[in-house]
């Protein structure tokens, strides 16, 4: 059965659309892309109108081949969250029946869909991501489909009721996912062009994300491929490296991507095709994808647990072959302060080795997340105050008329 990879907002869509620009991702997962802005969807370059899902605060959510899409989705959401929430509340049904009916499966709320996992994507900021997403990330648990919430934070310059809404978004969403995969614009805070590396930063989600989904759905070792320790994963681990469970208590954790690559041939391997594949040091691979985090001011050697997933053309697992698979498990188990590390290798029909690695905190753990949190009250704060003033400029006793 498919995965679901659910992309909400312009954000949430962008990097969705950027992960299937793979035409392989279309073989192990469903996209579908949810806007209430009718241009943000004509924005996509490799998912079609079938995959797309408008809101309208009339209609709820709309088919993308449905006659007269364009005119029903053509507002947007601005930053404000909880009217989308509202409207995305009134028509949760209709969100449940779109995924299964796009994912190609039967099922329902009792005996689920027979989708493994969902991916649900989207940007905190917003009005369309942090409104929408808890909404369909609950309808998703109601079909009994095991989610993965990936969610970009914003930059602190972007304001108080962009921090608001993110912290405000959070709070909800906890109760709905099993993990939660964190993206921080703050990134890209001090960059004087802001628009291309957006573009580049997408991007860089995204293959991290498609390592991870086709290296354990689609291009997986076999035992016999591998002497000796045979490090295989799929998208379960993922779930279980960023999450806390104890009996049948379980909690999502908050985790930070990275990604780093290298070419397995020079430029000479390819003039003259009998040469072979040079070692990679997948050591300094990992230390390279530790310097690339998708979060700013984590520690790595504070992470709970981890997960790494290796891709690399099929002559690097001969019995010769030129990595040492056990030297980078142990980098990472000693930086998981449980000891739980999940170690995977994965094939790649490209030139070039991959390290994808997720590392999982406690919230608490995350200064981002404060900083957020703080701004937030801030701008609560603020906002009151301003109300107060407000009420002594005008009467509001009876009439509503002014005073003086």
Not at 239 to 244: N, V
Not at 301 to 329: F, Q, S, W
Request: some cysteine; aromatic content about 8%; overall charge neutral.
């Amino acid at each position: 059965m498919p995965y679901a990879f659910i992309g909400i907002g312009q954000c949430g869509g962008g990097i969705v659309d950027a992960a299937y620009s793979d035409k392989r991702m279309f073989e192990v997962a469903v996209p579908i892309v949810v806007n209430s802005a009718t241009m943000d969807l004509q924005t996509m370059k490799h998912i079609g109108r079938k995959y797309w899902v408008g809101m309208s605060r009339d209609r709820g959510f709309i088919d993308g081949t449905m006659e007269g899409f364009e005119h029903f989705v053509s507002g947007g959401y601005g930053k404000n969250r909880l009217r989308a929430e509202e409207d995305a509340q009134r028509h949760e049904d209709t969100i449940k029946e779109m995924i299964v009916k796009r994912a190609g499966v039967k099922g329902g709320t009792e005996k689920g869909t027979g989708i493994p996992m969902a991916f649900v994507v989207f940007g905190l900021g917003g009005g369309t991501g942090s409104g929408l997403g808890p909404t369909v990330a609950k309808a998703l648990k109601d079909l009994k489909i095991p989610v993965v919430a990936v969610v970009v934070l914003p930059a602190n310059h972007e304001g108080g009721l962009t921090a608001r809404n993110a912290v405000e978004c959070l709070n909800i969403l906890i109760k709905y996912v099993d993990s939660i995969i964190l993206v921080d614009n703050q990134k890209l805070a001090f960059a004087e062009s802001t628009e291309v590396l957006f573009q580049r930063f997408n991007e860089y989600v995204a293959n991290s994300l498609r390592d991870i989904v086709i290296g354990t759905a689609l291009e997986k070792i076999s035992l016999g491929q591998f002497e000796g320790y045979a490090p295989v994963i799929d998208l379960k681990d993922m779930i279980s490296a960023t999450s806390f469970t104890l009996g049948k208590k379980q909690l999502p954790g908050f985790a930070c991507l990275g990604r780093a690559s290298e070419k397995t041939r020079g430029l000479l391997h390819y003039i003259f095709p009998f040469g072979g594949y040079k070692e990679i040091d997948v050591v300094s691979l990992l230390y390279r994808a530790f310097m690339k985090l998708s979060v700013e001011d984590v520690r790595v050697g504070e992470a709970e647990k981890n997960l790494v997933l290796l891709r690399l053309p099929p002559a690097y697992l001969a019995k010769d072959g030129k990595i040492n698979t056990g030297m980078a498990k142990m980098v990472m188990e000693e930086r998981s302060r449980l000891g739980e590390t999940h170690f995977g290798v994965g094939l790649t029909r490209r030139n070039v080795a991959t390290a994808t690695i997720l590392l999982t905190y406690r919230p608490s753990q995350i200064s981002r997340l404060k900083a957020l949190d703080q701004l937030a009250r801030q701008y609560e704060d603020i906002t009151l105050q301003v109300l107060e003033k407000y009420e002594k400029d005008f009467s509001v006793e009876g009439t509503g008329e002014a005073k003086g």
